[in-house]
């Protein structure tokens, strides 16, 4: 008699998104954070104040806490806007311009471009040839066909292996994400949202490689 698979969920934990069973769900198996805050084009989480302005390293961040996976979403706390103090003098005084002498030989233009100057006694400089660019080609990356990766285009995050991936295997946002007056969206798909947590659920919009070392 064949042993039936026990079907896989998926974590709702912020900063989690990983896949696991109800008879295999341990406390600290899940690493997750609270909630994010987004201020200014700065992205912070509120429960370890580690911030970015880049949004795919912002999501990269490990997770500070740790517990049970759920599938329960979590309740996102509203960030109150804190203040801005005025400053007790608004108005700076003027810097006075530094005074130049004309006849120097540092403000002379003939001396700066190299040319000569009977006034400074300045001779014209040969131009420096330019050096050789010695940069070598980055090395290939070795990659194990059966080694599992995790997929890092952005709203993918799946674990995968070389030799399963194909042009379609992946799900993705080609992005960029966009963060514009208390809406959160992707440019790609013209999809923008209010919550975080509807942001992180919006699906993609684009089919693909999956990419373990994208800088996208």
Known sequence: ?????????????????????????PDGS???HDSPFFHDGMKEWSCCKKRSHDFSLFLEIPGCKTGKHTTEKPV???AKATPTPSPKNPFSPPIAAPATNTSSKESCLRCKQGFFCSDHGSQAQPKAAPA???????????????????????????????KD????ACN???????????????KCCDIHVKEFDEFVSIPPCSKGWHDADSAS
């Not at 990356?141 to 890092?152: A, R, S």
């Not at 991936?165 to 379609?168: A, D, G, I, R």
């Open 1 to 25: 008699m064949e042993q039936t698979e026990v079907p896989k969920l998926r974590c709702q934990r912020i900063g989690c998104n990983a896949t696991f069973t109800e008879d295999n769900n």
């Open 76 to 78: 996102l706390a509203k």
């Open 30 to 32: 899940c690493t997750y």
């Open 132 to 162: 050789e660019s010695n940069v070598s080609a980055p090395a290939k990356k070795v990659v194990d066909l059966n080694q599992p990766q995790t997929c890092k285009n952005q709203g993918c995050g799946q674990t995968f292996k070389e």
């Open 172 to 186: 993705y946002h080609p992005g960029p994400a966009v963060f514009h007056d208390r809406m959160r969206g992707w």
């Open 165 to 168: 991936n194909h042009e379609t």
